[in-house]
């Protein structure tokens, strides 16, 4: 199952520190923003490591289930990171993260949030 991590974090050294540990299990989609492919007890466990990491008071870290579906295109808005754009599509009735790749195969399937 893949996983939208997504952080806030008010100290840097606490934000490189939570950073690099993503960047071991995850892909970085965005600056705060990373997918990760497991078990819901492998996303507990690594949740559960950043939480020693983080100062409760003032920092935060979610996680959101996504799953693939291509129900919808791929779209590239703005600046992103050298080999992927990604976009979240947020309405009152639905929320989508689709992730754009740089030179796309055709089996590639867009990242779709689970309502």
Known sequence: ???????DIA?????????K????VGRRVQKSVFCFTGTRRELDEVMN??????DPTIDRIQAWPI????RSARVDVG????DRGVV???TPDDWRLIEA????AENDEPLILDD
């Open 1 to 7: 199952m893949n996983f939208l991590v997504c952080y």
């Open 11 to 19: 100290d840097p050294k606490r934000l490189q520190r939570i950073a």
């Open 21 to 24: 540990e993503l960047e071991k």
């Open 49 to 54: 490591a950043l939480t020693q990491i983080i």
């Open 67 to 70: 799953r693939t579906s291509t």
């Open 79 to 82: 600046a992103a990171l050298p």
């Open 88 to 90: 979240l599509i947020v």
């Open 101 to 104: 790749l740089e030179n796309p």
